[in-house]
């Protein structure tokens, strides 16, 4: 290994206790490749087998907690008891390769597929996303929001007994925890809504419920992350004021972690904070030393892993990267960081070991991957 990537090989401990093997995270992503009960495929195993030797952590696809808030085709599902096997199965997969296995847990609000949830598409209130094609959700009853928290806090109960080292709550993304905190699709009059306070109610619900969840059930070190997106694009939207409250809270509430939902590590606020440093150095600064921050974002080579790492954020999470390049953290650790690939091919997806759906996603989104 070239010495100058030695930061990227170092170990790093969680509050909780969870010690990894290196500094580098695989992001989680949806691949779409799930049976249709809900139970993780042949295909995914092996895609995540594939993934999971050189990484310190693998945080897994999102998995719904409640039948209403399955917001993919193809996603797997941690919503009851029968699932535990499908859980463990993954579980172990990524484990066997030397990884800490991570299970996002999720919930779609607004935006899933109507088909998927028998036409009742839930939110905060009732509205619709700005994306095309959307619909009008209906909004959630006091009594169905407390059951949904709950039910975040059972499918964490399943992820200790399937065998995880953690969960990440997912926060991001325009879904349902982002949708309460967000003034576009929160627009209560509640103890639910109103005040960026208020809008923050249901996204620490679930964090304390999935606490004391993990306080309850599990007989040995597990983490707790959340995931966020730091501002939107809509207006009224998430700013990046807004966002350093929030990390503010959460810097508080005790978690192992906190993951940053960006496109580009480098990108810079739009409104609510000044130019002068990148989003990421901002959510640092506010995080402080209270509690670890993930970054994430268009990091393709060891040297734009490590210019990230010395911003101070102690973790990277690669998505992309590892989907195009499986021996990404092999191949830096033996000196061959020239090798890594950094677009696809059509002829690639058997290589790659990318499950159908997925690689027919990759194939008909244009810029979402390097085809050449």
Known sequence: MDTKYKPLFETFKFKSGIQL??????????????????????????????????????ITACTYVTPNGKGFQGEFAGDRDEMIPSLRRLAETIKEQGAKAVLQIFHGGRMCPPELVDGDVVSASAVASEQEGSVVPRALSDSEIEAIVRDFGEATRRAIEAGYDGVEIHGANGYLIQQFFSPHSNRREDRWGGSLEKRMTFPLAVV??????????????????????PEEAETPGITMEDTLQLVDALADRDLDYIHVSLMDFWSKPRRGADESKSRIEWIRERAGNRVPVIGVGSLHSADDALKALQTGIPLIALGRELIIEPDWVVKVAEGRESDIQTTLTKDDQE??????PLWQAIMHTPGWFPVV
Do not use: C, W
């Not at 999935?210 to 707790?224: E, I, S």
């Open 351 to 356: 290589r790659l070991v990318i499950p159908d």
């Open 21 to 58: 093997k290196n500094r580098i995270v695989m992001a989680p992503m949806t691949n779409f490749s799930s049976h249709e009960d809900g139970t993780v495929s042949d295909a995914e195993v092996s895609y995540y087998a594939r993934r999971s030797n050189g990484v310190g952590m693998v």
């Open 208 to 229: 304390e419920e999935v606490k004391r969840v993990v306080a309850k059930h599990a007989k040995q070190p597990f983490l707790v992350g959340y995931r966020f997106s």
